[in-house]
Structures are given as structure tokens and as C-alpha cells.
């Protein structure tokens, strides 16, 4: 299973950079294609795992001025 990632960055908002350290440094990995991030589990998550990923996204991405898109792929 995946869980993809699409972010959109603000101009008044964090550097790039900076945003893609830290999907990093919670296990994203960038991609090449229509999606900007992925996250691969190992075997399938259920929804309560999903979105406690979400949430730990969000929190670290807290005001950063960025909007993010989340896909799941089973």
C-alpha cells in the first residue's frame, strides 16, 4: 500500500527545502510523476494508521504555509 503526497507550496511560507527535510525525516520519499511524495507500508494499513500519518504530517508541517493532498493506493 501507498500513500502518496501532493504538496503545494506558498510563496510567504517555508523554503522548499526546508519542507522536503522534514517528509524526509518522517519517511516520504520524493517521487517523479504526478505525485510530489510517498509513503510505502509494509503490507496493508488500515484507516486509523492512515490517519495518524496524516495527522504527523500536519503537525510538523504547522505553519508552514503550505496545502497538502493525500492519495491512497492499495
Do not use: C, N
Amino acid at each position: 500500500m501507498e500513500t502518496y503526497l501532493d504538496v503545494i507550496l506558498s510563496t510567504d511560507g517555508e523554503k522548499a527545502s526546508v519542507i522536503h527535510k522534514k517528509l524526509l525525516e518522517m519517511g516520504l520519499k520524493p517521487t517523479i510523476g504526478e505525485h510530489e511524495y510517498v509513503y510505502k507500508w509494509e503490507g496493508l494499513a488500515d484507516f486509523d494508521e492512515e490517519m495518524e500519518l496524516i495527522d504527523k504530517i500536519q503537525k510538523t508541517l504547522k505553519d508552514t504555509g503550505v496545502m497538502l493532498k493525500f492519495t491512497s493506493v492499495r
